[in-house]
């Protein structure tokens, strides 16, 4: 079945640097690849997904790029804000129809 | 706000009881998916319906059971609670299917089993 590693599990940088959250698939048959943003007493709010069609999409400052025949995907954040501090996952379609996430990493911006 | 409504919001039991979550899709949405999410165990997929009917099951006990309603809303329901079922629920919904719209999800129910 669909396994997605997720790496780190925390993540500690500077206001103003950027952050990058690594993942890596198994099962070649997935195609849509979505991160969520989970903070503190919420559920995981939706922040970027990419399709395998697509190599990199960016909004603002946030960017996905997927490397498919790797089978891995990073998320990257640039200039972070405290506001960003929060759990980050990552999450790979399956062949039953559902997402599976990866184990999530603690992203703190230190002001 | 995601639009995805869950209720109750908390919920402590004892051992042995049955409760009942719920949840209300984004309007328009015909897919609901339950995860659980607890802190060893991050969130796992436990069952999908797609307007009215079971799509897929994920590593749902057998004491865990869903339904989806004519008008869309969903129920979860879980039996002879254990100490270990103590974790968040979320659901979320969809238009489709996971490969054809984002997920949205609700705020969750915090289960405490004592």
């Known amino acids: 079945g669909e396994n997605v590693e997720q790496h780190p599990s925390t993540l500690s940088v500077q206001e103003g640097d950027s952050a990058v959250i690594k993942c890596t698939y198994s099962?070649?048959?997935?195609?849509?690849f979505p991160w969520y943003k989970q903070e503190l007493g919420k559920g995981p709010q939706l922040i970027i997904d990419i399709r395998s069609n697509v190599g990199e999409k960016k909004d603002q400052r946030i960017a996905v790029t997927l490397n498919k025949t790797a089978k891995h995907f990073s998320l990257h954040i640039t200039e972070t804000q405290p506001e960003d501090s929060a759990v980050y996952f990552c999450a790979g379609d399956t062949g039953r129809r559902a997402l599976t996430f990866g184990s999530g990493t603690r992203l703190q911006v230190q002001p | 706000d995601s639009g995805v409504t869950q209720t109750p919001k908390h919920l402590i039991t004892a051992t042995g009881q049955r409760v009942t979550l719920r949840c209300s899709p984004r309007?328009?949405?015909?897919?609901v998916y339950w995860y659980q999410q607890s802190l060893d165990q991050g969130l796992q997929f436990l069952i999908q319906?797609?307007?009215?009917?079971?799509?897929a099951k994920g590593n749902i006990l057998e004491r865990f059971s869903a339904q989806q309603f004519p008008d869309l809303h969903s129920e979860l329901n879980l039996s002879s609670l254990e100490l270990g079922d103590s974790a968040l629920y979320f659901c979320?919904?969809?238009?489709?299917?996971?490969?054809?719209?984002?997920?949205?999800f609700g705020n969750g129910t915090r289960l405490t089993v004592t």
């Open positions: 979320a919904s969809s238009v489709g299917g996971v490969r054809d719209s984002p997920l949205h």
């Open positions: 309007s328009g949405d015909l897919s």
């Open positions: 099962d070649s048959a997935s195609n849509y």
């Open positions: 319906y797609y307007n009215g009917e079971e799509r």
